[in-house]
């Protein structure tokens, strides 16, 4: 008989000043925007009466903000995962990511097509993938059986790579949407282990939103 060993909600954060005006964020700390505490509350009250056991989040402010009202219907100890935090783009963070695009044509062709090929003055995806298997292993191995982790596009498109086994370029091209929910299964049976995704990128709680 098959069953389900852990559920993983997984949260990209609300919306930010910097994601409304196209600006690439990675690692600068950006608090969430109106829009985006909107977006949170009604990821929230979507979750409200989910048994989550467990609540995993990035230090940096816009995911832990997320994850934080999320958690008002549950109350459980949320746990800052240092390897959870976006990717560090470098000397890019700040800019519009439309003129980035515009002046540097072929680093960013580089930069998106390559996993191996860092942002100057920053990480390869490859590299958040390697760290994030080190958080996700922290995670995974506490007792709870669901858990929540909140995290950013770069970063929870690692923790698929690394949950279902994707060669890192594939699971780069994965939408992920402010305040979308994911959720991944992990299975076993008397013969086998194996991870489910069970949805992605769900933004239905936010069809209303302003």
């Not at 003129?99 to 100057?120: C, F, G, K, M, N």
């Not at 991870?195 to 936010?206: C, G, K, M, P, Q």
Request: charged letters at 25%; proline letters at 4%.
């Amino acid at each position: 008989m098959d069953t389900i060993t852990k559920r993983i909600l997984l949260v990209r954060h609300g919306t930010t000043a910097y994601n409304e005006g196209d600006r690439l964020q990675g690692q600068i700390d950006n608090p969430l925007s109106s829009r985006g505490r909107d977006e949170a509350e009604r990821l929230a009250a979507r979750l409200k009466d989910e048994p989550i056991d467990a609540f995993f989040s990035s230090p940096l402010q816009r995911a832990q903000e997320t994850a934080a009202i999320i958690n008002r219907f549950h109350n459980k100890k949320m746990t800052l995962i240092a390897e959870f935090s976006e990717i560090d783009l470098g000397d890019w963070e700040g800019q519009n990511y439309g003129q980035v695009r515009e002046r540097y044509p072929d680093v960013h062709l580089l930069w998106i097509s390559d996993p191996a090929y860092p942002v100057p003055g920053g990480e390869s995806f490859n590299a958040v993938c390697a760290r994030t298997r080190r958080g996700l292993e922290k995670t995974l191995a506490t007792g709870a059986q669901t858990i929540l982790i909140a995290g950013h596009a770069s970063v929870n498109r690692a923790i698929l790579a690394n949950i279902m086994e994707l060669p890192a370029a594939q699971a780069r091209v994965f939408r992920t949407g402010n305040a979308a929910l994911s959720q991944l299964l992990l299975m076993e049976n008397e013969r086998r282990s194996w991870a489910v995704v069970d949805f992605w990128n769900s933004t239905s709680h936010l069809e209303k939103a302003s």
